[in-house]
């Protein structure tokens, strides 16, 4: 979602953090460049551990367990729900440990602090202005949030039509919620993408849920005022605040995602001439000859972008099961840096991760204003990730905006068939 996740660049820039849109805020320039390290990690012990960021007042908790791989050496999953996210990247260098988060230009950094205890920073590299957020984790810890005080607890489930707001800036959302006894899984749906997997809890009326998947800490508090309304706060890393307000509607729904970005009047090409990853001096063109005749599927994302790797995760496969049918795909990357060596580094680098067979190019910066202006036949880019269809003639015949990741459930299998059925509908064509 996201403007950018998972987790609103461009619908709503005044947000200090959007997920689905993928975007931070700091005025802290300590952390500036990675920490060289070396050699092995040695503080990580084996078990389940239960880590807070402390932040704006608030603690944002996340699980995550060490394992050891068949050379004896530390793996990371975290674990957000049903999700959990391999991290192996991980070196050691005096009493300091370093655990890089995955495709993201972020890590956590630690040192002992006592037997089966942690302390750093979650450090983010690749936000607008570096910055770093106190951590802390406890060896053996299972459980989210802290035992519930009372065993009676508010009912959350279901489907609530949402309200975000920060200062006089609104946006609207779904939220979608599973419990069982205390215990809360679920997520939020906006314009631009998902909140990717929240976990937590229910205490008395008081509901909690939070997720830390590297790129994003987010933290989500609400009281229940009658059994179908909620109105709560949103904490997004080091500085992001919201406040929203829900009713309970099962038939809660956002605006068309296919309706909100459209061609230029006159416009129904992309004519785009962008850098590949691969090769500073190759280009990718949709009227390269690769491309002809076939449909092509071009991916607006970041690599810094949670949602964006959602999608990733789902068009990497498809894309070898379904190459031969006559599609192709090209991602067209939009990075925190603007130089072409850091910039194809990162997305290289996703695209290791994601086993991404399709070729992919530096087309800009992060921002959408930047998205927007190097694709000048579209109106505007809402959002990361935003999926450009076009026909056999190269003609652009649908925009979606967002993606609802696998955190959303049902929501994301209706993505996966809307998009499978567009492309059955093209490849028909003659």
């Keep these: 979602m996201f403007v950018s996740a998972f987790p609103r660049l461009a619908v709503a820039a005044g947000l200090a953090l959007a997920v689905a849109a993928c975007q931070s805020s700091s005025t802290d320039k300590t952390a500036t460049t990675p920490e060289a390290t070396t050699g092995l990690a040695g503080p990580l012990r084996e078990g389940p551990w239960r880590a807070v960021l402390t932040t ?16 004896n050496q530390p793996i990371v999953v975290l674990r957000n729900g049903e999700e959990k996210l391999r991290l192996d990247e991980i070196t050691t260098a005096g009493d300091s440990t370093t655990i890089r988060l995955g495709a993201f230009d972020a890590a956590l950094v630690v040192r002992p602090d006592g037997n089966g205890q942690l302390k750093g920073s979650w450090v983010k590299y690749d936000a607008k202005e570096p910055y770093r957020v106190p951590l802390t984790a406890s060896l053996g810890g299972q459980q989210r949030f802290l035992p519930t005080t009372t065993t009676k607890a508010a009912d ?12 006089d800036k609104t946006y609207p959302a779904v939220g979608v919620f599973k419990q069982r006894g205390n215990e809360v899984t679920g997520t939020f749906l906006t314009n631009t993408g998902d909140y990717r997997y929240l976990a937590g809890q229910v205490n008395g009326d008081t509901l909690k849920v939070s997720t830390f998947d590297g790129s994003h800490g987010f933290l989500f508090t609400a009281t229940q005022p009658t059994d179908s309304t909620l109105t709560g706060d949103f904490y997004s890393g080091k ?11 099962a038939n ?7 309706g909100l970005a459209a061609m230029k009047p006159g ?3 992309l004519t785009f001439q962008f850098p590949s990853i691969a090769d500073k001096n190759t280009t990718l063109s949709p009227t390269d000859p690769k491309y002809q005749g076939k449909v092509v599927v071009v991916q607006i994302l970041g690599s810094w972008c949670p949602n ?12 070898e099961q379904n190459k031969q049918r006559g599609v192709e795909v090209i991602g067209l990357g939009y990075e925190r840096s603007p130089e072409y060596a850091k910039a194809a ?5 996703m695209k290791d991760r994601f086993n991404v067979g399709y070729d992919i190019a530096v087309a800009g910066t992060s921002t959408s204003a930047d998205a927007s202006k190097s694709l000048p036949q579209l109106s505007k880019v809402l959002a990361f990730p935003t999926t450009i269809f076009l026909d056999k003639k190269g003609e652009v015949r649908k925009i979606h905006t967002g993606f609802s990741g696998p955190g959303t459930g049902q929501y994301y299998d209706q993505e996966k068939a809307a998009f499978n059925k567009t492309i059955d509908e093209l490849l028909a064509e003659k």
């Design 56 to 71: 704006q007042g608030q603690q944002i908790p996340f699980l995550f367990e060490v394992e050891k791989d068949s050379a």
């Design 156 to 167: 959350f489930n279901g489907t609530w039509s949402t309200t975000f707001k920060d200062g």
């Design 239 to 249: 500085a992001g605040h919201e406040t929203w307000t829900a009713v309970k509607d």
């Design 252 to 258: 809660a729904q956002l605006p068309d995602a296919d």
């Design 267 to 269: 416009e129904k090409k």
């Design 308 to 319: 964006c790797m959602d999608e990733t995760n789902f068009l990497a496969p498809w894309y």
């Design 345 to 349: 580094e990162r997305l290289r680098k």
